[in-house]
């Protein structure tokens, strides 16, 4: 199976700022890549797939970028409501796996 | 617009079954394959299968093989998940996903809890 790491683990910022989080893959798995951003008590949504692509509806402040084994998501300019859990999953093959989450708190 | 409800909470006793369906409107629902995800309490996401709802045709996580089954019902558009042998370990919230081709997930459920607990 393809693992993926993401870093940091646990982010602290403030309102305005801009942030990055990063996707490591164990292996290539070409653009095969998507971001959900995950809220407590609610399902994941949908941010960003195909590592730059950004879903329909999804702010022009999210933005991803990278292919084979590196990936980032930045936030350009942090909203209080992106404070949440960000996960990537890869689809290039199966299982699709996630990355263990990047969980953003206010600063 | 598109809508995926799932079925409502269920507490279950080790060794039990459970079966969490998942109903889809607002588009055509043999266009689209169907992942499911669970999320134990306070964990990550962790991927469980896989069914094309046109031929029903499946693929599950190794680490469930045996235990997982899953079904569609194309006359009422729904998508079931069954897990048997349950233990404290699957006491977790299930989601069903709509596969975007094979970019992600583009709609999701509310979730289903299931508790499993003596």
């Known amino acids: 199976d393809i693992q993926l790491t993401q870093s940091p683990s646990f982010l602290s910022a403030s309102v305005g700022d801009r942030v990055t989080i990063t996707c490591r893959a164990s292996?290539?798995?070409?653009?095969?890549l998507a971001w959900y951003q995950q809220k407590p008590g609610k399902a994941p949504k949908l941010l960003i797939y195909a590592a730059s692509t950004l879903q329909s509806g999804v702010p022009s402040r999210f933005s991803g970028s990278g292919s084979g084994t590196e990936f980032t998501l930045t936030i350009s300019s942090l909203q209080p409501e992106d404070f949440a859990t960000y996960y990537c999953?890869?689809?290039?093959?199966?299982?699709?796996?996630f990355g263990q989450g990047t969980r953003l708190e206010i600063k | 617009q598109v809508q995926l409800v799932q079925s409502g909470a269920e507490v279950k006793k080790p060794g039990a079954s459970v079966k969490v369906s998942c109903k889809a409107s607002?588009?055509?629902?043999?266009?689209?394959?169907m992942h499911w995800v669970r999320q134990a309490p306070g964990q990550g996401l962790e991927w469980m299968g896989i069914i094309n709802p046109s031929g029903g045709s499946t693929s599950y996580a190794q680490k469930l093989q045996g235990r997982v089954t899953m079904t569609r019902d194309t006359s009422t558009s729904t998508v079931y998940m069954e897990l048997s042998s349950l233990r404290s370990e699957d006491t977790a919230v299930y989601y069903c996903?709509?596969?975007?081709?094979?970019?992600?997930?583009?709609?999701w459920g509310q979730g289903t809890l299931v508790t499993v607990s003596s």
């Open positions: 292996q290539g798995i070409s653009s095969y």
């Open positions: 607002g588009y055509t629902f043999t266009s689209y394959y």
């Open positions: 996903a709509r596969a975007f081709g094979g970019w992600g997930l583009d709609y």
């Open positions: 999953q890869q689809l290039n093959s199966y299982p699709p796996t």
